[in-house]
């Protein structure tokens, strides 16, 4: 009942400070795009967009929160509350996770349509997005402004994004398949293109232990930064 009422005084919170406004517009500068491609383009394009944006709407939109609430003096607030400090960051995992997979559904309906690996992509997206929401976090933890933020953020992200350039294929680029992010890309790429069930399974157990590893870290620094009073 608490994370239940934590996600959506989270949600609530994202709605007030014109998060959903923004992402409702650039996922319709989105589908005014990528619906003029042409059709052979698609099925390369549309994936890397939903992989790019929305499973990474968590890691640019957690530093604000964050910063909001230390402002806010939110944070502060949750240790004299009865939520724990895992529950108050799950909550903000599945509030934002939930924010990406509902404009990856709707992209992906508008400019694609039904014909892919939906189980996959859902999946995907869900321990992509998450991912990222921790990681950002771990990048905000230490920031006591949004510019800091965002000057911080930019080797993080590269760290994270360059890898997936592996893609495109080169020698030894199976090394960047143990990056949490590449592993995300891969499944995503998969749903629209087929993925062989061995390379599927593989993913997913890996992401799903990148993220039980992260949360595990995250909360310790989350622990930390509330008795230090950052």
């Not at 959506?8 to 919170?13: E, G, M, S």
């Not at 108050?88 to 992209?107: E, G, P, Q, R």
């Not at 921790?134 to 911080?152: H, K, P, S």
């Amino acid at each position: 009942m608490r994370i239940t009422n934590a996600i959506k005084a989270d949600i609530r919170f994202q709605f007030k400070q014109g998060f959903y406004l923004v992402y409702i517009l650039l996922t319709l500068m989105y589908m005014v795009i990528l619906g003029k491609l042409p059709e052979e383009w698609k099925s390369t394009i549309v994936p890397l967009v939903l992989f790019s944006d929305p499973s990474m709407v968590g890691f640019f939109f957690i530093g604000a929160l964050v910063m909001l609430e230390k402002v806010q003096g939110v944070i502060q607030y949750v240790v004299i509350t009865p939520l724990r400090s895992l529950e108050y960051l799950l909550a903000k995992v599945i509030s934002l996770t939930i924010l990406a997979l509902a404009a990856t559904i709707i992209i992906t309906l508008t400019t694609y349509g039904y014909y892919l690996n939906w189980f996959l992509l859902i999946l995907g997206v869900i321990l992509t997005s998450s991912f990222f929401v921790l990681y950002g976090f771990v990048v905000a933890v230490r920031c006591n402004t949004l510019n800091q933020y965002f000057v911080r953020m930019i080797p993080y992200l590269l760290l994270i994004v360059l890898p997936c350039f592996s893609l495109i294929g080169f020698p030894y680029d199976w090394v960047f398949n143990f990056l949490p992010s590449v592993a995300g890309l891969k499944l995503v790429f998969g749903a629209f293109n087929g993925i062989d069930p061995v390379s599927t399974v593989g993913f997913l157990v890996y992401l799903i232990a990148a993220n039980l590893a992260m949360i595990h870290y995250v909360e310790k620094l989350f622990d930390q930064m509330v008795m230090e009073g950052n």
